[in-house]
């Protein structure tokens, strides 16, 4: 087991290295000058040659990504001059919104494709089955974009059931951790936890529709296979409970790879939904980034690729440690 850990962590700081490169020297290759960017179009060639060497960009290369990393591991992750703040702080305020977010959209797919795909596979009826894979593809298929602007258009403005593009609503009166739903209810607040709700639930499906549908189909790919499998026919001669056959030996053997997939996806939702966030004017990651892009403001886009990298490796890497200690086979292999 030892070595199985040594080998994923090591494969995890390698791609967090590959992901440090790649976040440098994408943003190293826009032909805008960051410099001329932050003194203004009327600066002088003075004023932006001090600026140049106020950011360190009239060093080499090797230099320049030596200080960014090692910037980036102290916890300076630069400076917003569109927003006159550290990075740093900018994400900190805005992280709880996008983790909470991407927390509810991952409950919503992962465990409600789990249990309809369990469900439906029990029950084995035909037509269920067939609505469920077309109601996957479907899933799919559709953009969570353009999902969010049809919640929108339906359940707001027509039916007028949900809140519009109104942010997060409300916030609690102490802020403990920054998710509302959660404060509100080590407030003893129900209402304002109901209330915090209601905002996440359109935001919430349209991410989370397209992770649903993806997870179905694998379990259901992987259930399919192990029912054929011999040991369960030898389960049915024994005359072993359908029930406690799908259960408690057709579900374990079927799920491991639906909890590395749910992993990744967890992992890809918290690093931030960009379009959906912006449309539903969510005050998380995804909102600054485009905002970051749209001024310019490169420091903010380097450090939100950094971090989702760390974050969807991190995730992976626990995923896959998680699947060494349930699965002995991964741990040999």
Known sequence: MIDFLLARIGSAIVTIFGASVLAFAVLRAVPTNPARLIAG?????????????????????????????????????????????????????????????????????????????????????????????????????????????LFLMVFFDRLGGFPGPVGRGPAPTGLYTGLFTIDYLLAGDFAGFGTALHHLALPSIALALGPFGYLVRLLRANLLDIINEPFVTVLHAKGVAPISTHFRHILPNAFLPTLTAGGLILAQLLGGSVLVERIFVWPGIGTLVIDGILRQDYAVVQAFIMLSAIIYIGVNLLVDILYGYVDPRVRRS
């Open 41 to 149: 179009p009327f600066a002088n060639d003075e004023v932006i040659a001090q600026v140049t060497a106020n950011l360190g960009l009239d060093k080499s290369l090797p230099v320049q990504y030596l200080d960014y990393v090692t910037s980036f591991f102290i916890g300076d992750w630069g400076f917003s001059y569109s927003a006159g703040q550290p990075v740093l702080s900018q994400i900190t305020e805005r992280l709880p919104a996008s983790a909470e977010l991407a927390l509810y959209a991952f409950l919503f797919a992962f465990f409600g494709a789990v249990l309809v795909t369990v469900l439906v596979s029990f029950l084995n009826s035909r037509w269920l089955d067939r609505f469920l894979r077309l109601l996957s593809f479907i899933s799919v298929g559709v953009p969570p974009f353009w999902l969010a602007l």
